[in-house]
């Protein structure tokens, strides 16, 4: 919600919320899944130019946009799933008790 008072440059969030339609807020939230916001858009553009000024004065056509923004992060790795012996030990640590697997 607040992204998308600033795409409107409103500071007034909630009146801006209270003054619009739930259908009237969903098809705004919907195009801007699809439209950048402003920050996303503008480092786009901007790497997109340095990439292609770069591109032309070395010559090298392996340049990638990317290797430009300002905006991406680090490459996140999925996260493994916990197998049960993780999360019995993570429950141990929990105040309160002591985890105990099933009696056999």
């Known amino acids: 919600m607040h992204r998308l008072a600033r795409e409107f440059r409103r500071a ?5 919320l209270s003054e619009m339609s739930a259908s009237e807020f969903a098809g705004w939230v919907s195009h801007f899944a699809v439209t950048p916001f402003s920050d ?11 990439g292609l000024i770069v591109a ?3 010559g090298n056509s392996d340049i990638s946009d ?3 923004s300002l905006l991406t992060g680090e490459a996140v790795e999925p996260e493994q ?5 993780d999360l019995m030990l993570a429950g141990e640590g929990v105040y309160g008790g002591v985890r105990y697997g099933p009696a056999n």
């Open 66 to 68: 990317a290797d430009f």
């Open 12 to 16: 007034d969030w909630r009146r801006m």
């Open 81 to 85: 799933e916990k197998t049960d012996e």
């Open 40 to 50: 996303e858009l503008l480092d786009a553009e901007f790497a997109t130019t340095k």
């Open 56 to 58: 032309m004065l070395t």
